[in-house]
């Protein structure tokens, strides 16, 4: 490994030790259509659980060494920086993804990687870091089968890295529009996605991510989704977040996915700032829609007198234009989904506060387990052999 200058307060360049739990799946394979483009063939789906537990039965303990790398290794690995392997701008806009390739020297095999970089500028640029670095070592998050695997690290003074195991289609924001990305896997996602969020609610001191937005959740080549933006979470083993790094990263411009109850109105953080994520998420989602299209759908269904309209035309003319052609799309699957997201990001808006009013995210998950489309992915009821 090259040497690098350690930075004040920060890990020094040594690798760490950490204790990791790996899920054995039984393989339980399940009937679903994997549309994508000329693909139309079934394939069979793997469970994910309704609520993961990491058991003792079904968790193997090993020690797991993560590599510190050098910016210079990066660089090689994401073949410069190249326009080709760039994949988008994450959530604080000042983080990038790319594509990499890192070759095993004995082997001579080639692992697929997503290498995150964020220069070491502004003063939360490395609190940032830190928490998601904190929270990918940490045992219990890293189990869950829908949390990406930390391969490494950089911790360079100006440049900050983290190396994420994952053959990825994309981020999410990047498949939004994707003809491939069917409905029958756009709710596979919302499924787990719903899953994860439950699991870390459910924790002993749970933990909130509020940055939970398509550029932060890759998925991949199954269409699993796998998140990665631990930045800003709070609570659980990250404890509280720093208030003042939050308030630097909005200053830089509206965030479509943080609950407008805490940045508008300053409401405590709690559960139900990811569940107005998740329902933005979801909304994204049915209607093909990114950032300022989501937001004037949100505008609008918090008004009394469109809720009525939203209520009977809105699947009818802005999910089924989508879906139509879809053998997999059920108009009441779309009703059941749309009336859930618009639920989840009931706000404040109209000057009333309504995060009260969300469902909770247990609630988000039996009603997507019911969905007709879940059923014949065999993903209504999953769990670990």
Same mark, same amino acid.
């Given at each position: 490994?090259? +040497?690098?200058? +350690?930075?004040?307060?920060?890990?020094?360049?040594?690798? !760490?030790?950490?204790?990791?739990?790996?899920?054995?799946?039984?393989?339980?394979?399940?009937?679903?259509?994997?549309?994508?483009?000329?693909?139309?063939?079934?394939?069979?789906?793997?469970?994910?659980?309704?609520?993961?537990?990491?058991?003792?039965?079904?968790?193997?303990?090993?020690?797991?060494?993560?590599?510190?790398?050098?910016?210079?290794?990066?660089?090689?690995?994401?073949? %410069?920086?190249?326009?080709?392997?760039?994949?988008?701008?994450?959530?604080?806009?000042?983080?990038?993804?790319?594509?990499?390739?890192?070759?095993?020297?004995?082997?001579? *095999?080639?692992?697929?990687?997503?290498?995150?970089?964020?220069?070491?500028?502004?003063?939360?640029?490395?609190?940032?870091?830190?928490?998601?670095?904190?929270?990918?070592?940490?045992? /219990?998050?890293?189990?869950?089968?829908?949390?990406?695997?930390?391969?490494?690290? =950089?911790?360079? @003074? =100006?440049?900050?890295? $983290?190396?994420?195991? =994952?053959?990825? $289609?994309?981020?999410?924001?990047?498949?939004?529009?994707?003809?491939?990305?069917?409905?029958?896997?756009?709710?596979?996602?919302?499924?787990?996605?719903?899953?994860?969020?439950?699991? $870390?609610?459910?924790?002993?001191?749970?933990?909130?991510?509020?940055?939970?937005?398509?550029?932060?959740?890759?998925?991949?080549?199954?269409?699993?989704?796998?998140?990665?933006?631990? %930045? *800003?979470?709070?609570?659980?083993? *990250?404890?509280?977040?720093?208030h003042t790094v939050l308030r630097l990263i909005i200053l830089n411009g509206p965030q479509v996915y943080l609950d407008p109850e805490y940045t508008l109105c300053g409401i405590t953080i709690?559960?139900?700032?990811? @569940?107005?994520?998740?329902?933005?998420?979801? *909304?994204?989602?049915?209607?093909?829609?990114?950032?300022?299209?989501?937001?004037?759908?949100? /505008?609008?269904?918090?008004?009394?007198?469109?809720?009525?309209?939203?209520?009977?035309?809105?699947?009818?003319?802005?999910?089924?234009?989508?879906?139509?052609?879809?053998?997999?799309?059920?108009?009441?699957?779309?009703?059941? @989904? /749309?009336?859930?997201?618009?639920?989840?990001?009931?706000?404040?808006? !109209?000057?009333?506060?309504?995060?009260?009013?969300?469902?909770?995210?247990?609630?988000?998950?039996?009603?997507?387990?019911?969905?007709?489309?879940?059923?014949? $992915?065999?993903?209504?009821?999953?769990?670990?052999?």
């Amino acid at each position: 490994m090259h +040497p690098r200058l +350690p930075h004040a307060g920060i890990l020094s360049p040594q690798a !760490i030790m950490i204790r990791a739990c790996f899920s054995r799946h039984s393989g339980v394979a399940h009937r679903g259509a994997l549309e994508r483009g000329e693909m139309a063939a079934k394939q069979k789906l793997p469970a994910q659980p309704s609520g993961y537990q990491c058991r003792s039965e079904q968790c193997e303990m090993a020690e797991v060494e993560i590599p510190v790398y050098s910016y210079a290794e990066l660089k090689k690995i994401t073949n %410069g920086f190249s326009a080709e392997n760039f994949m988008g701008k994450t959530f604080s806009s000042n983080s990038l993804l790319y594509r990499g390739e890192i070759v095993d020297k004995e082997s001579n *095999l080639v692992r697929k990687v997503i290498v995150e970089m964020r220069k070491n500028e502004k003063d939360y640029d490395l609190k940032v870091w830190q928490t998601q670095l904190n929270a990918l070592k940490d045992p /219990t998050i890293s189990s869950h089968p829908n949390v990406v695997k930390l391969q490494g690290y =950089c911790n360079s @003074v =100006c440049d900050l890295g $983290l190396v994420y195991d =994952c053959h990825a $289609l994309g981020t999410l924001h990047s498949l939004i529009f994707d003809e491939s990305f069917s409905w029958s896997m756009r709710m596979k996602v919302a499924l787990q996605l719903a899953r994860v969020l439950q699991f $870390l609610h459910s924790q002993e001191k749970p933990l909130i991510l509020l940055n939970f937005e398509p550029r932060s959740i890759l998925v991949d080549m199954d269409f699993n989704p796998l998140i990665f933006g631990f %930045g *800003l979470a709070s609570g659980g083993v *990250l404890g509280i977040i720093d208030h003042t790094v939050l308030r630097l990263i909005i200053l830089n411009g509206p965030q479509v996915y943080l609950d407008p109850e805490y940045t508008l109105c300053g409401i405590t953080i709690g559960p139900w700032c990811d @569940v107005f994520s998740f329902g933005t998420l979801l *909304l994204a989602m049915i209607t093909k829609s990114h950032d300022q299209e989501v937001r004037k759908i949100i /505008t609008r269904s918090e008004y009394a007198f469109l809720q009525r309209f939203y209520g009977i035309n809105f699947t009818k003319f802005i999910v089924l234009k989508n879906f139509w052609k879809d053998g997999n799309y059920h108009i009441h699957d779309s009703a059941a @989904v /749309t009336k859930l997201a618009v639920r989840c990001v009931k706000s404040c808006m !109209i000057g009333v506060k309504k995060y009260h009013e969300r469902p909770g995210v247990s609630e988000a998950v039996s009603i997507l387990e019911c969905l007709r489309v879940v059923k014949e $992915l065999g993903l209504h009821c999953s769990s670990l052999a």
